[in-house]
Nanobody, 114 residues
Framework: VQLQASGGGLVQAGGSLRLSCAAS????????AAWYRQTPGNQRELVAA???????YYRQSVKGRFAISRDDAKNTLALQMNSLKPEDTAVYYC?????????WGQGTLVTVSS
């Protein structure tokens, strides 16, 4: 299974971006899925997750601004990011995991200018 992330770019503070992650197989319906982000010199951090039962988790700093969703028919995972802040600047990675199998996308860069 391969994951392909896209949708990153340069946006001004307050703007929006929508990240998308396409899977080569139908995994999001049967796996937990998540978006992580990483900045230089820091560990990758969990931004948002969607468990297999549909339950969602958001890190505190993005609550109310980001929304994770999946489309099982299209094998895609999305992250809608609104009211972006400069501190949201990072490389964003999509992830899917279940039963010891972990899959990562290649990362997409989000840059938020002040």
């Amino acid at each position: 299974v391969q994951l392909q992330a896209s949708g990153g770019g340069l946006v001004q503070a307050g703007g929006s971006l929508r990240l998308s992650c396409a899977a080569s197989g139908n995994i999001f319906a049967s796996n937990d899925a998540a978006w992580y982000r990483q900045t230089p010199g820091n560990q990758r951090e969990l931004v948002a997750a969607m468990w297999i039962d549909g339950t969602r988790y958001y890190r505190q700093s993005v609550k109310g601004r980001f929304a994770i969703s999946r489309d099982d028919a299209k094998n895609t995972l999305a992250l809608q990011m609104n009211s972006l802040k400069p501190e949201d600047t990072a490389v964003y990675y999509c992830n899917s995991a279940r039963g010891g199998n972990v899959y990562w996308g290649q990362g997409t860069l989000v840059t938020v200018s002040s």
